[in-house]
Every structure is written in C-alpha cells, then in structure tokens.
C-alpha cells in the first residue's frame, strides 16, 4: 500500500512557468513532510520541509503548500529554469518513524 | 558537519557473483542507516534499515542482505547475483532523534550481466 501518492508522474513546463507536484497521504501520525530533488546519476537531496502546524513554506524560488485537513501537500516552483529539471519525491513520515516516500516526478523545464 | 560516503561508485558484475557494497557515515554517532534500490526511471525502494549495531529490518524479502558491524557502518551484500539485482542503490542516514530529513550518498549503479 502506497502511503504517499504523488503526481503527476511526469511533468514539462516552459522556462518561467510554475510547475506544481502534488502529494496526498492518509496515516494522520505523520508530521514532518519533506521534498527531494534527484539529478541523474546522483542521490536526492534535501530541498525543503514542512510541518502540519503551518500552511506554507517557502524557500527561494520553492514553496510547499499544506492543506492538513484535505491531507495534501504540494510543491511548486517558480520562475522555473531549465535547471530545476529533475525527479522530485515528497516524502512523509510519523513522529521518529521513516520516511515514507511518493513515486517521483520527472521535471523537465524548457528553455 | 556529517558527511556520508558510499562506494564503489559503478559495479558491473557477472550473474551468480556475490556483492558488497559499502556506506560509511562521519560526524555522528547513533544514526539509523537505510538502503535503497532505484530501478531506472522509478521511485525509492527500500531495502533495509538499521536504528543500531546488528539490528538490521527488512523491508522486502528478495536475494539480499545487509549487515552493521559498527555503529557507523552498512553494509549490503549478496552471495549471488541475479539480473533483476541491477539498479541504483543508495545508502541514507538520519539522527536517532528529533525529525530530521535522510542525508543520501551518492549511490553505486550496479549492473549485472
């Protein structure tokens, strides 16, 4: 059973668009929801977290939005650039519990 | 500051040979350690993790195992290769405590012929 369902699974955008990846989840213990970002032939890294007590959180050019009550969280990326292509994970886990993965967005942004 | 290493970087191996692939963790102690398998083109499987020395959870019964010897060392092994074995694998860690992101190596791309 996948207790992260991430989509779409694919996504392209122009260079300056704002694409938008979405994750939904049903376990109510998680509370720590973070953001992957993976190049080719690398690990993911660490890109941005949030937790359920607020429902934004923005860093630069990335922001995750959390609707706690519809149990969703999103990631969107503005003004995006060609280096922003890359596979994206959303990531949830429950108080010192693992992380719990979505199956990944392939980002391809446009110049 | 923590630094994680993982190694070899590429591996081709034959059907039927064993592997060993090895992470190592610096700057922390205590920390839970997880392997990944990243088939081509899809999402994060996990394989095994490990909150202490010998204490290793499976996540998916399959031809490998993994072993920790020392408190910031795994250690992924298989007696024999089988083909659906290749793929990336990537070695995580995160603090025992508190709700902190993994921190992944760079991963070994593995490929057996």
């Known amino acids: 059973q996948q207790q992260v369902k991430q989509s779409p699974q694919s996504l392209i955008v122009q260079k300056g668009g704002i694409p938008i990846i979405n994750c939904a989840y049903e376990n109510t213990a998680f509370d720590y929801f973070p953001w992957y970002q993976q190049f080719p032939g690398k690990g993911p890294a660490l890109l941005i977290a949030?937790?359920?007590?607020?429902s934004e959180k923005k860093e630069g050019r990335f922001t995750i939005s959390f609707n706690k009550s519809a149990k969703q969280f999103s990631l969107h990326i503005m003004d995006s650039q060609p280096g922003d292509s890359a596979t994206y994970f959303c990531a949830a886990c429950p108080p010192l519990g693992r992380l719990y993965f979505g199956r990944g967005t392939q980002l391809t942004v446009w110049p | 500051s923590q630094t994680i290493h993982q190694w070899p970087a590429t591996l081709v191996q034959p059907v039927g040979s064993p592997l060993s692939l090895e992470c190592t963790v610096e700057g922390t102690s205590n920390p839970n350690l997880y392997w990944y398998r990243q088939a081509a083109g899809r999402g994060l499987q996990l394989l095994f993790y490990s909150v202490g020395i010998g204490q290793i959870s499976s996540e998916v019964p399959q031809n490998l195992s993994a072993s920790r010897p020392q408190d910031r060392q795994f250690i992924l092994s298989s007696k024999k290769l089988l083909l659906s074995d290749s793929g990336f694998y990537l070695c995580?860690?995160?603090?025992?405590?508190?709700?902190?992101?993994?921190?992944f190596g760079s991963g070994t791309r593995l490929t057996v012929v």
């Open positions: 949030i937790r359920p007590d607020v």
């Open positions: 995580a860690w995160n603090f025992r405590r508190g709700h902190y992101g993994y921190t």
